[in-house]
């Protein structure tokens, strides 16, 4: 075969999060905004350059979050 990638596909995206995936990401999406609200307006700066939005800059840390989440 010329594709073998294609014998083993990767599950559907879905739209459709379980309670308690939803949860995590609200969860971790509300900790991202409290670390977005105490950043210098340099570092916020930074973040907008890197990320074009607020939105962007966000997901990159709530994406952080969930990847790597850190120590409490």
Excluded: Y
Excluded at 17 to 24: D, G, I, K, N, T
Aim: charged share 20%.
């Amino acid at each position: 075969m010329r594709f073998p990638h294609c014998l083993n596909p990767e599950p559907a995206m879905t739209d459709e999060f379980s309670e308690s995936q939803a949860a995590v990401l609200i969860g971790a999406t509300e900790k991202m905004i409290e670390i977005w609200n105490r950043l210098s307006p340099e570092k916020q700066a930074a973040l907008l350059a890197r990320f074009g939005s607020e939105e962007n800059a966000l997901a990159a840390l709530v994406t952080t979050q969930l990847v790597a989440p850190a120590k409490s």
